[in-house]
């Protein structure tokens, strides 16, 4: 975000998601500024899912009616999709002594936005299929797992768990086939590793 702010010279910027916004009370000037009927920007952003600079809604310097912050002089925003849905957004603002966001700004913003949310339903499904296969496994299959992701051989392993190190060769034979992988890295990288 740091560098995306740089990127488009804003003031502020951030990213949000719905299902993760604070609950505690706001006062009455965010309680507008995050209102659909009061807030032409972010109506446009949840009508239309598309990204919008304050000037697409509204004639050019209008915008302070809708906020009075100083550093909020031009605002931009872009939407996060997952699932076919609305689930967050990024934003930035300038301040009004600075240049209005224009066109270029815009798409620069929508492949951002699209980055984003397909890297996050790529991360999400990844999470979703890592979760699958672990419960696949039994917890002392677990406890065998994590232990091979830590790099200890089957006598360290046997000798943590209390067993047997043929208990521990057995145990793996197990969890390859559960997993359908064929060596201890390919287990590892298969339950740990999610890439992006």
């Not at 740089?6 to 505690?24: E, I, M, V």
């Not at 009004?96 to 913003?109: C, K, P, Q």
Request: charged share 25%; glycine share 6%; with cysteine.
């Amino acid at each position: 975000m740091v560098q995306l702010g740089k990127y488009f010279d804003a003031k502020r910027r951030g990213l949000f998601f719905f299902d993760r916004l604070p609950h505690k009370k706001k006062s009455a000037i965010v309680e507008l500024a995050i209102s659909v009927e009061y807030n032409p920007v972010l109506r446009y952003l949840i009508e239309h899912h598309a990204p919008v600079h304050e000037e697409v809604v509204l004639q050019p310097g209008k915008w302070n009616i809708f906020c009075p912050r100083f550093d909020h002089g031009h605002v931009m925003a872009g939407p996060i999709i997952g699932n076919g849905k609305l689930i967050g957004g990024i934003g930035f603002t300038r301040t009004r002594e600075s240049s209005a966001f224009n066109t270029r700004d815009l798409a620069d913003l929508s492949a951002v936005c699209l980055h984003l949310s397909t890297w996050l339903t790529t991360i999400k499904s990844q999470t979703k299929k890592i979760e699958l296969d672990i419960n696949r496994l039994t917890p002392r299959e677990i406890q065998i797992a994590e232990l091979v992701a830590q790099g200890l051989t089957n006598a360290q392993i046997g000798a943590y768990l209390w067993i047997q190190e043929n208990s521990v060769k057995q145990a793996l034979k197990r969890m390859f086939r559960k997993l359908e992988v064929s060596s201890r890295a390919e287990m590892v990288a298969k339950l740990y590793s999610v890439k992006s």
